[in-house]
T-cell receptor
Framework: EDQVTQSPEALRLQEGESSSLNCSYT??????LFWYRQDPGKGPEFLFT???AGEEKEKERLKATLTKKESFLHITAPKPEDSATYLC?????????FGAGTTVTVRA | SQTIHQWPATLVQPVGSPLSLECTVE??????LYWYRQAAGRGLQLLFY??????ISSEVPQNLSASRPQDRQFILSSKKLLLSDSGFYLC?????????????FGDGTRLSIL
């Protein structure tokens, strides 16, 4: 069975304090690894897709990387508006298996 | 551009009552459609997905059902709700020609069962 584990569960950062989120996975036949951002009471918002080990994607202060067993989401010099829950998911076939998420709080 | 609509945003229902949640997608044809449930502090759980009209695959046995009466319409139903059906229900779509495209989510329905 596909498994996705995200750590830490919660992360409190000072504005400008860079950090990384971890997503460890086991899946048969990875079709893609996806990162989403979810604000309270809203649906997840798509951020990145990574398809193969060594691939990297960037968007503003966020950078996602992928190895054969895990992915990292690096947040560089975060701002309060980066506060959200970040979800990682792996795809095998049509099914996305999600981790429980990391809730990031950035204080001004 | 593509948009996805879910309604209602919130719903309070008594135990044993029926349920119908609707999701529609605009700006694309023949999308793959999905229903997820998100419990507090847990990851999203896939309930149903559909690759075409009338084609429904169920991932988790339960008292819920799904239907796709039109290309861009996806409905989640129940004949009798249970307390355990409470949760945040999310509809999503992806490009229909491939299974490894990102899924895009609506803003969900918060369902509370009393």
């Amino acid at each position: 069975e596909d498994q996705v584990t995200q750590s830490p569960e919660a992360l409190r950062l000072q504005e400008g304090e860079s950090s990384s989120l971890n997503c460890s996975y086991t899946v048969s036949g990875l079709r893609g690894l996806f990162w989403y951002r979810q604000d309270p009471g809203k649906g997840p918002e798509f951020l990145f897709t990574l398809y193969s080990a060594g691939e990297e994607k960037e968007k503003e202060r966020l950078k996602a990387t992928l190895t054969k067993k895990e992915s990292f989401l690096h947040i560089t010099a975060p701002k309060p508006e980066d506060s959200a829950t970040y979800l990682c998911a792996v795809q095998a076939g049509y099914k996305l298996s999600f981790g429980a998420g990391t809730t990031v709080t950035v204080r001004a | 551009s593509q948009t996805i609509h879910q309604w209602p945003a919130t719903l309070v229902q008594p135990v044993g009552s029926p349920l119908s949640l609707e999701c529609t997608v605009e700006g694309t044809s023949n999308p793959n459609l999905y229903w997820y449930r998100q419990a507090a502090g847990r990851g999203l759980q896939l309930l149903f997905y559909s690759v075409g009209i009338g084609q429904i695959s169920s991932e988790v046995p339960q008292n819920l059902s799904a239907s796709r009466p039109q290309d861009r319409q996806f409905i989640l139903s129940s004949k009798k709700l249970l307390l355990s059906d409470s949760g945040f229900y999310l509809c999503a779509w992806s490009v229909g020609s491939s299974s490894n495209q990102p899924q895009h989510f609506g803003d969900g329905t918060r369902l509370s069962i009393l």
